[in-house]
């Protein structure tokens, strides 16, 4: 995702996150292509999703979420311990699956 994001716009979409619950959580087998295609289905429905990663030192979770946004063509807008927010938009999104439409974002 090329499109370099407004800090006001990440501001916003912080909040929007903080109102999500996790709906992909990265388990005991990794980064398999199974997760990885969750994620990308996830990222179509909901534009802006939370995701759980597994515990580790904050530079493994970092890499992981990283490895996650580049696998998925998407970017990380905040992440926290284990929580890490991404956003791919889709132009063809349903209104009623969105979170950015949910949101009034």
Known sequence: MSKKIKMQDIKALRGIGHRLNPIVTVGANGLSPTLLEEVSRALHDHELIKIKIPAGSSEERKEC???IAQATDSQ???HIGRMVLLLKTNPDAN???SN???FGF
């Open 65 to 67: 979420a990283d490895a």
């Open 76 to 78: 990380v807008i905040h």
């Open 95 to 97: 209104d009623k699956l």
């Open 100 to 102: 950015l439409s949910r």
